[in-house]
């Protein structure tokens, strides 16, 4: 995710459009949660992917000692643990409120499936 540059505060994704056919989505659009890394967890993700998973390889590439490295993982596991609670809290928020009737099914559904990735 990208830090506010003012206040470094988390900036949220709230409009799209597509060049294409001039589609606008606005709203609270949910990212994944690979795409709400911080700039250097979705870094050492990209460069860890790169090197085929191979971490003395990625240790010795970005010139760092395989402990760091190996707690920089370890940090960066943690950031997408985090976040997975925090979406599987979400969808359990957006259950109980389908079924105290506060939004219908298939509004319920689509921000489950947005909350999981497949929209």
Known sequence: MIDCPVCKGKLTLSRMNCGGCGLVLEGELHLPRLARLSADDSKLAEQMIL???????????????????????????????????????????????????????????RKIREVQGEI
């Not at 003395?56 to 490295?69: D, F, H, N, R, V």
């Open 51 to 109: 090197c085929g998973g191979n971490l003395k390889e990625l240790a010795s590439e970005i010139g760092i000692s395989y402990p760091t490295l190996r707690r920089r993982i370890d940090d960066l596991i943690t950031s997408l643990r985090h976040q997975k609670e925090h979406d599987d809290l979400k969808i359990s928020e957006i259950l109980e409120a389908m079924e105290n009737g506060t939004i219908k099914s298939e509004e319920g559904i």
